[in-house]
């Protein structure tokens, strides 16, 4: 079992930045990649980003170029750096883990609220 606290989120003008975090703890040895989704009201949830743990990384089409997933393997965390953010990108950030031998995300943390105004 993983335990993910995700923290950072909060409320931004368009065009700014914020910056998540998601701290891993408990079976982190198991963890094969981690991924931030995001829902909003009335959507389903999706995945913006994800690294695995050599470090690839990939991103949904409409935050490339404008945020970057990374991790710190030493203290367990992964970061989002939102910048150029946008209405459309105000929801929920659900920080999650694939591991090991399973095809989908797993074990998710409680949710970080990100609001962007216009």
């Known amino acids: 079992q993983v335990q993910l606290v995700e923290s950072g989120g909060g409320l931004v003008q368009a065009g700014g930045s914020l910056r998540l975090s998601c701290t891993a703890s408990?079976?982190?040895?198991?963890?094969?990649?981690m991924g931030w989704y995001r829902q909003a009201p009335g959507k389903q949830r999706e995945l913006v980003a994800a690294i695995t743990s050599s470090g690839s990384t990939n991103y949904f089409d409409s935050v490339k170029g404008r945020f970057t997933i990374s991790r710190d393997n030493a203290k367990n965390t992964m970061y989002l750096q939102m910048n150029s953010l946008k209405p459309e990108d105000t929801a929920v950030y659900y920080c999650?883990?694939?591991?090991?031998?399973?095809?989908?995300?797993?074990?998710w943390g409680q949710g970080t609220q990100v609001t962007v105004s216009s």
């Open positions: 999650s883990v694939r591991k090991y031998g399973f095809g989908e995300y797993t074990d």
């Open positions: 408990g079976s982190i040895f198991i963890i094969a990649a």
